[in-house]
C-alpha cells in the first residue's frame, strides 16, 4: 500500500496488489489505532479495456436469428468490465457482408452479437471490434445455419390451412423466434 499525506489532514492511498475485481474489507490505522468507523466495505471495480484480453467465443454452429459471437471484455489483470458501456461490434463476411452489428450488453462484461434472422446459411469470417480495437486472434470463423421452424410455430402456420399454411411456414424461416412469435400472434394461430 502506497500512502500519501496531502497536507491538509487528509489522506491518499494506492493498493497496487490489488489485481482483483471485487469487494474487500479497509482498516485504515493512524499510530496503530483504526480510524473511527473502520473497517469499511469498499468495491474495487474493473481497470481500462484492454484490447489483449478480450475474449471472442463463436458458437458451433451458429443459428440465424439467434445469439452469435459472445465477446468478453476485460482489462489488463482479467477481470470483467462489468458495469462499462464498451462498443463492441461484427462484421460478418463473404456470404453477404454485414458491417457493423453492434453487441448487446449483458452487463456482466460480456456482449452478444445477435446474427440477423436473414442472414444466409454458410462459413463467415468473423471480424469483431471492441472500442474501435480488433479483437485480438482473429478473424474468427463460423458456422451459421437456418434456424428451424418449432414444431409448435409450424403446426400454428399449418392452421392456416391449405397454400397458406406452406407459405406461412417458408415465411417463418426468414424471422426471429420473437419475430414468428408475433407474426402468428397477429394471425390469431
Same mark, same amino acid.
Given at each position: 500500500?502506497? /500512502?500519501? !499525506?496531502? =497536507? !491538509?489532514?487528509?489522506?491518499?492511498?494506492?493498493?497496487?496488489? /490489488?489485481? *482483483?475485481?471485487?469487494?474487500?474489507?479497509?482498516?485504515?490505522?493512524?499510530?496503530?489505532?483504526?480510524?473511527k468507523d473502520a473497517p469499511f466495505q469498499v468495491k474495487v471495480g474493473a481497470g481500462g479495456f484492454d484490447p489483449?484480453?478480450?475474449g471472442?467465443?463463436?458458437?458451433?454452429?451458429?443459428?440465424?436469428? #439467434?445469439?452469435?459471437p459472445k465477446v468478453s471484455v476485460k482489462d489488463k489483470q482479467g477481470n470483467l468490465r462489468a458495469g462499462f458501456d %464498451?462498443? /463492441?461490434e461484427a462484421d460478418?463476411?463473404?456470404?453477404?457482408?454485414?458491417?457493423?452489428? *453492434?453487441? *448487446?450488453?449483458?452487463? %456482466?462484461?460480456?456482449? !452478444?452479437?445477435?446474427y440477423p434472422s436473414n442472414l444466409l446459411p454458410g462459413e463467415y469470417e468473423i471480424d469483431v471490434r471492441v472500442n474501435g480495437q480488433a479483437a485480438p486472434r482473429g478473424p474468427? #470463423?463460423?458456422?451459421?445455419?437456418?434456424? @428451424? /421452424?418449432?414444431q %409448435?410455430?409450424?403446426? #400454428?402456420?399449418? @392452421?392456416? =390451412?391449405?397454400?397458406?399454411?406452406?407459405i406461412l411456414n417458408k415465411a417463418l424461416l426468414e424471422l426471429s423466434e420473437a419475430e414468428r412469435e408475433t407474426l402468428l400472434a397477429a394471425l390469431g394461430k
Open positions: 500500500m502506497n /500512502v500519501k !499525506d496531502n =497536507g !491538509d489532514g487528509t489522506y491518499s492511498a494506492e493498493y497496487p496488489g /490489488v489485481a *482483483k475485481a471485487g469487494d474487500y474489507t479497509l482498516t485504515p490505522v493512524v499510530n496503530g489505532e483504526p480510524v489483449n484480453n478480450t471472442v467465443e463463436i458458437p458451433n454452429p451458429g443459428y440465424t436469428g #439467434r445469439k452469435g %464498451d462498443d /463492441v460478418l463476411t463473404p456470404k453477404l457482408k454485414i458491417a457493423k452489428l *453492434k453487441a *448487446k450488453s449483458n452487463g %456482466d462484461g460480456t456482449y !452478444d452479437v445477435d474468427f #470463423r463460423g458456422d451459421v445455419k437456418k434456424t @428451424a /421452424v418449432s %409448435d410455430h409450424a403446426q #400454428r402456420a399449418n @392452421a392456416a =390451412g391449405g397454400n397458406a399454411g406452406a
